[in-house]
């Protein structure tokens, strides 16, 4: 099996940001899990505001453009914050669940 060294390199690099995306969701301060999806949000506005060069289309084929480009480059934010509510709810469950455990104690 002949895999490309640039599929495997992007394959580990995924990897990373999703671990990583776990890892920053779970910790205690509720911000952290929320900074890769801002990154990536920061970066589709960069996208969107390099198109502002191109504007030989008409009006309504911009703001398409626009709405593709943002649609497209967001899906991975909305897979970063599909992960980060996973954790943060997980996080609640067992907060309330230690909170229960402490009070039969009791």
């Known amino acids: 099996m002949n895999v490309p060294v640039n599929?495997?390199?992007l394959l580990l690099v995924l990897i990373g940001i999703i671990v990583?995306?776990?890892?920053?969701s779970k910790a205690e301060?509720?911000?952290l899990g929320l900074i890769l999806p801002a990154i990536n949000v920061f970066f589709?506005?960069?996208v969107v505001?390099?198109?502002?060069?191109?504007?030989?289309e008409s009006f309504g084929q911009i703001v398409m453009m626009i709405l593709y480009v943002l649609f497209?480059?967001?899906?991975p934010t909305f897979i970063l914050l599909g992960i980060y509510f996973a954790c943060?709810?997980?996080?609640?469950k067992n907060k309330e669940i230690e909170k229960m455990n402490?009070?039969?104690?009791?």
């Open 7 to 9: 599929l495997l390199v």
């Open 20 to 24: 990583l995306q776990v890892y920053l």
């Open 29 to 31: 301060n509720k911000r």
């Open 44 to 46: 589709s506005i960069i």
């Open 49 to 56: 505001l390099g198109m502002a060069f191109y504007g030989n």
């Open 72 to 75: 497209i480059y967001n899906i």
């Open 88 to 92: 943060r709810e997980k996080r609640k």
């Open 102 to 106: 402490i009070q039969d104690l009791d």
